[in-house]
């Protein structure tokens, strides 16, 4: 096992075993682990409502990763399958006994489903030329991956005419704030791509991914405004064509992603005298909302921006620690300020994705290091 892929195991089984029991209550039930076993094991529905296929495509999405580690671990089908497995029916027999939890077989099939199309995505890129070419750029590839999934996830249809127009409604809302971050982010998505596919190749590409755009109109959860459709032409302009000969594109586009971050922080610029409550508790924020998926939308959007963000700065010749670091100090100043912003929740998330993104980045590049040597 490469002690590169092991640490990243490690990371992944934390990130999912702390957020299958979180907040980590405990109910009186007067029931044993057999109980709880006997009742997981009689929970599959009769039918799959809408609500159940979404939380089976987020059960899916956070397994893939680990199925994909641990095949680079173990280099075989049935470890990475057994883990996935195993970690699946510990936690949700421990749900039982946890409140605000609730125990489902349907979530241990959709966990190691998740975890099978990760191994199978693993195998794949290791023993297809195409893909054993492409990962050289494994970084890049993993972030725009992020980025494809915030504009897609959770990739359950919406369809029907009154959700239809209410999106169309939703349309014509237009805020500065979000073409900024919406023009960054197509713009840092750009210079991703372009590393993954080449300069020649990279604006088709590009101009064929704007078609998730009104693709979002028919998925759950997801919404096309005026600001996003405007800052994406923005940030392939700026890329495409303003900026195409400079020699500081890359640093245009890590400097915008930047200050975008800025901006949507702490907008409205508003400050109150009495500060709020911090949060200790990571993504204490996040857990607490009503919707999985607008939880998962946040967080998938979060991990693209840090993570695009460390990645820019490295482009830039600024050494990952210190691009890391940069990031980390300025979300932690960040949050120090939301304290005075009302309508804010400041906590400590932010700084601590980022630094899992640069870790997530670190050993990957060592990954590949290891393998061409």
């Not at 919406?182 to 998505?189: G, K, R």
């Not at 922080?265 to 949060?279: M, N």
Request: hydrophobic residues 60%.
């Amino acid at each position: 096992m490469a002690r590169s892929h092991g640490l990243l195991l490690f990371l992944v089984l934390a990130l999912l075993i702390y957020g299958s029991v979180y907040p980590g209550v405990f109910r009186q039930t007067g029931a044993g682990a057999g109980d709880a076993f006997l009742y997981l094991i009689h929970t599959w529905p009769g039918r799959v409502s809408a609500r159940s296929a979404v939380d089976c495509a987020l059960n899916v999405l956070i397994y893939v990763p680990l199925g994909w580690i641990a095949y680079l671990c173990f280099r075989n089908v049935f470890a990475p399958m057994a883990i996935a497995a195993t970690l699946s029916f510990s936690v949700e027999i421990l749900q039982f006994f946890l409140v605000g939890r609730v125990t489902s077989l349907l979530d241990v099939v959709s966990n190691v489903v998740g975890a099978a199309i990760g191994v199978c995505a693993a195998r794949l890129l290791r023993v297809s030329l195409p893909f054993r070419a492409l990962s050289r750029e494994i970084t890049a590839i993993v972030l725009v991956a992020l980025w494809l999934l915030f504009h897609l996830f959770p990739f359950i249809p919406a369809l029907g005419y009154y959700r239809l127009e209410a999106k169309l409604r939703a349309f014509f809302v237009f805020s500065g704030v979000e073409t900024l971050s919406a023009t960054a982010e197509w713009m840092a998505a750009a210079m991703l791509v372009e590393k993954i596919a080449g300069p020649g190749k990279a604006p088709q590409w590009m101009l064929l991914l704007l078609a998730i755009l009104p693709a979002r109109l028919g998925i759950l959860h997801q919404t096309l405004t005026a600001s996003v459709l405007a800052g994406a032409v923005l940030g392939l302009g700026l890329w495409m064509w303003i900026l195409r000969r400079s020699a500081y594109r890359v640093h245009a586009a890590a400097g915008l992603l930047l200050v975008s971050l800025v901006v949507s922080g702490l907008f409205p610029f508003q400050w109150t005298r009495r500060p709020q409550a911090f949060s200790w508790m990571p993504f204490s924020a996040s857990f607490s909302m009503s919707h999985w998926e607008s939880a998962g939308l946040i967080l998938l959007r979060k991990a693209f921006r840090y993570g695009a963000a460390i990645w820019l700065l490295e482009q830039c010749r600024v050494p990952l620690t210190a691009a890391a670091g940069f990031v980390c100090i300025l979300l932690a100043a960040m949050e120090v300020m939301q304290l005075y912003l009302p309508g804010r929740s400041p906590e400590v998330v932010d700084p601590l994705l980022a630094l899992l993104m640069a870790a997530t980045l670190r050993v990957l590049e060592r990954a590949h290091h290891q393998k061409t040597r």
